[in-house]
């Protein structure tokens, strides 16, 4: 009784604060455009159509903590029978105590509403005063019979519950002067670690890809937290709660076998710049030497810097170069190691549950190659030319078109717009590949990164056995295995998610772990299906001659000789396989060859060869710095401008940056910042 009285004695003292300050704020000024003071400096316009620019406040009506309407509904809830809960939903007068517009206050401690549960945690604080409608009350105590049984209920043939309801707290970080929180369904299964009632959110048509925000007043002062989707709803809970099982709220989602989740959607952020290498093919009439015919002269295009051209290759590269600027697309696993390698690569805090995630993305098949790039006939070829052919891919505009059509005509797949990319599965087939790779990238740069910081071997080799299960899904094992580490290494720097940093070590310790995991996990006939027939074969064999046992493979895997598509360099630099500057070199020409018959062998131990002591690790580390930077303000002002628009951009100064290919990342910066950044 005397914890009772005391626990309602913190609550009347909150409450009463609470009314004076926070609530008089929203009703001393009877006019509705009265914004929170740090607007008032704004333009005016700035406001017109933002629906957020009133101050938010508790809501009204509630039913308190001690309130007999609020006792009862917690009693009815928590029963074990349905019966009890379905019969009060079939009358009238007690059924609108279940609406959705109907509020009940709660403080923010578990264990007082789940007798027998002392170990519960709060979701924010114990001193914390909760205002939630039944749904919300009923995913915050995890009562999951409860949750099924309103989820089916209907009124007027419309729900009795929206997805999109706010629900409110109060004294989250000031229990002095007061504060509110406004936030959703899906923040509170995440807070809570509720994970059951996923499946009930989405059976009230919440969709995870719709957007969404969190709201927070403190006294004059209004801040928004904008949401594209459910993957950075995840990201901005587990920076303070690393324990967020993000693998079991993804496979709920896929369980549930909603229309509304899609495994496989990839969310369009902008664009992106890319550093590649071009490639051009050498014949008669653009070069002189008869010998290097049919190979492949190749430059690194750098965001920068311009490339020079000895005087061999003016007609290989008559035109200017063009950066290729490619919608930027990114799946919920890609999205997730984006945080890792971005966000938290200090602490690494949260790698255990971006880790289980991926796992979780790899049982569901999601790095499986589509059936349509296998019929590609270089799906298999270094990495290098798999990322210019994706990048220049020519595709047909509708595949069902008559070829006399101006539809069955082939056009830029990077050109597109991404909703039709989106919606034609012959195009995005080709984008959720290129993401595969990308992800690939990420995982090279946490494992990297868990090197330098001395991480446990288990964690290491966790990370590396992920790395050769997502290769071997996707069908990228064979071009790691089969081309040297130079061709490994250049292709992974030229993707929109490289690694600045990446070292000769890393790429080569998974290397030499893929024979040792394939023939560890996988049977004969599944690593037989990795690999095409002519992998088998060796150059000094007349017939193929595929091993027979594990052993055989095994022993086949590691002495096989790799073949190095890079043959010759030339023209200034010397810098191109020395491999001292992971973004590659900007002066010079490599040459390549495509055809297997023209590539030289190389075995791992001169591969090992490779001197990283001389590496310029001062340069890469700036690379690297300036990557994460530039690519972490491209994501935060793209989520932040899809919610306040140009607005947003005009706060913080900084204008829609429009790339041109035909320019530098610099100077497409320079004439973005410009263009008159006023509102209209």
């Given amino acids: 009784m005397s914890r009772n009285s005391e626990m309602g004695a913190i609550m009347d003292t909150q409450w009463k604060c609470s009314k004076e300050i926070v609530g008089q704020e929203t009703t001393v000024n009877t006019n509705r455009d009265e914004c929170p003071r740090n607007f008032l400096n704004m333009p005016k316009i700035m406001h017109q159509g933002w629906d957020n620019k009133y101050a938010i406040g508790v809501p009204e009506g509630f039913f308190g903590a001690n309130h007999c309407n609020t006792k009862w509904l917690l009693n009815v809830m928590g029963d074990t029978s349905d019966f009890r809960l379905m019969r009060m939903l079939k009358q009238g007068r007690t059924r609108i105590m279940f609406e959705t517009d109907q509020y009940y206050q709660l403080l923010d401690q578990p264990s007082k509403y789940l007798k027998g549960n002392l170990l519960e945690r709060p979701m924010f604080n114990s001193k914390v005063l909760l205002f939630l409608n039944p749904f919300g009350i009923a995913i915050y105590l995890r009562y999951y019979n409860a949750l099924k049984i309103i989820a089916k209920q209907q009124k007027y043939r419309k729900p009795m519950i929206y997805y999109n309801q706010n629900n409110y707290a109060a004294f989250v970080n000031d229990t002095s002067s007061g504060d509110v929180l406004v936030f959703h369904f899906d923040y509170i299964i995440l807070k809570r670690e509720a994970y059951g009632a996923i499946r009930h959110l989405l059976a009230i048509k919440w969709c995870p890809g719709d957007s969404s925000k969190l709201v927070y007043r403190r006294r004059y002062y209004q801040y928004i937290t904008p949401f594209l989707d459910w993957v950075d709803i995840c990201r901005n809970v587990i920076k303070r709660k690393p324990n967020l099982q993000l693998s079991r709220i993804t496979q709920e989602m896929v369980d549930a076998h909603s229309p509304q989740f899609k495994l496989f959607e990839l969310k369009e952020m902008g664009q992106v710049m890319l550093e590649y290498f071009e490639l051009k093919k050498l014949t008669p009439e653009n070069y002189h030497d008869a010998n290097n015919h049919g190979m492949y002269a190749g430059r690194k295009l750098l965001h920068d810097k311009e490339p020079s051209l000895p005087s061999d290759y003016v007609k290989v590269f008559e035109n200017k170069p063009a950066r290729p600027v490619i919608p930027h697309a990114v799946s919920a696993a890609r999205r997730f190691l984006m945080y890792t390698y971005y966000y938290d690569y200090e602490h690494l805090t949260t790698l255990s549950q971006i880790l289980s995630v991926t796992e979780t993305f790899l049982k569901n098949r999601y790095f499986s190659c589509n059936p349509r790039c296998i ?15 994706i990048v220049n891919m020519q595709v047909p505009e509708d595949l069902e078109a008559d070829q006399d059509s101006e539809k069955a005509k082939k056009v830029v797949l990077r050109e597109q717009m991404w909703s039709d990319i989106a919606a034609k599965p012959h195009m995005s087939c080709w984008f959720h590949r290129f993401d595969i790779l990308n992800c690939v990238s990420l995982l090279f740069g946490v494992m990297q990164n868990c090197i330098l910081k001395n991480f446990p071997s288990i964690i290491i080799d966790r990370i590396c056995r992920i790395l050769i299960d997502v290769l071997s899904s996707s069908e990228f094992i064979e071009p790691l295995l089969s081309y040297s580490f130079y061709d490994t ?12 940093g990446l070292q000769s070590t890393s790429v080569m310790r998974v290397m030499k772990k893929a024979p040792l995991v394939l023939t560890k996990v996988y049977s004969i006939p599944q690593i037989s299906d990795m690999f095409s027939p002519g992998f088998w074969r060796r150059r000094d064999a007349v017939n193929e001659d595929r091993p027979a046992t594990l052993d055989e493979i095994g022993e086949f895997l590691v002495q096989r000789k790799r073949l190095m598509s890079m043959r010759i360099m030339t023209g200034e630099g010397g810098e191109g396989m020395s491999c001292t500057s992971a973004m590659g070199n900007a002066g010079s020409i490599i040459m390549f060859a495509r055809q297997p018959e023209r590539m030289v062998e190389v075995t791992q131990a001169e591969e090992e060869t490779v001197d990283s002591s001389k590496s310029d690790t001062v340069k890469k580390a700036q690379d690297e710095a300036l990557h994460i930077k530039r690519f972490t303000r491209q994501e935060i002002d793209f989520r932040y401008s899809c ?13 829609k940056l429009i790339l041109d290919e035909t320019k530098t990342l610099s100077q497409n910066e320079k004439e973005s910042r410009d263009v008159p950044s006023r509102l209209p």
């Fill in 375 to 389: 019929e590609a006939s270089w799906h298999k070829d270094p990495l290098l030319f798999q990322i210019y052919d």
């Fill in 489 to 500: 290494f250049f292709g992974l720097t030229c993707l929109a998610n490289c690694v600045p």
């Fill in 643 to 655: 919610v306040f628009g140009q607005t947003f951009r005009y706060a913080v100064g900084r204008p």
